[in-house]
């Protein structure tokens, strides 16, 4: 962690559940991925949910290996590409090269130390990715995202946030994992396993709160698939 950041800030190089700072998980990213996720299809409802165009300059945070990254820079100005995770950002350097891509700026950094230094953003994407932050600092990061953004941009937020009762919180974590284990697998089922034990997703309620206290208005918010929700937000004209 660098000097000037107060010893109290939480850590978010230091990896719960998967170990994203191993470069063998990060080289098998998109492999995992790629039997449950289309994200040339994602990009698309992305774009037409935040309005995007080829004007648009978009802040990827969370990035992961770029996949969406890539899928956007081809329908957007500008795409800064940023992950806590050094050996996630080499894997999107390369794919980034590979695809001859000028318009992406990879960058390491997390929610709650990424500066922005370029164009001003239109838009913030943070797909699947919060749920690594303990509620406290997830509020902190959404300030954040709200401060980075033009007066009028716009924010599309998804991640694993849960909207059932939780007294029945066993028979419902069982049954997801059923579903993710026949619809990608079981090295994909474990992976869930090890984020509801040790990652930090949160009920609907507090996660609709914490961006209403950011500053951000809720345009949409929708379940994407079960325990998975959808936000899109905006920051109000100034």
Known sequence: MQDNHPVWLFNESKHVGVDYSDTGVAADYDNRHQGFRDFEAEAEKIAVALDLSANSTVLDIGCGTGGLSVCLARKCKNVYAV???????????????????????????????????????????ANITLHHLPDFWKQIALCRLYDLLKPGGK????????????????????????????????????????????????????????????????????????????????????
């Open 83 to 125: 992950d806590i995770s050094q050996a996630m950002v080499e894997v999107l350097k390369n794919k980034v090269e590979g695809h001859g891509l000028k318009n992406v700026v990879p960058r390491q950094a997390g929610f709650l130390t990424y500066q922005h230094e370029g164009h001003a953003l239109d838009a913030i994407i």
């Open 155 to 238: 924010m599309f937020l998804s991640d694993v946030v849960f909207d059932f009762n939780p007294r029945a919180y066993r028979e419902t974590i069982d049954g997801w994992l059923d579903g993710m284990r026949k619809l990608a697998g079981a090295q994909m089922a474990e992976e869930t396993v090890s984020h509801v034990r040790d990652e930090f997703s949160t009920w609907d309620w507090v996660m609709s709160g914490m961006i209403e206290r950011a500053g951000f208005q809720v345009d949409q918010a929708l379940e994407i698939v079960p325990q998975m929700r959808a936000y899109i937000c905006r920051k109000a004209e100034e």
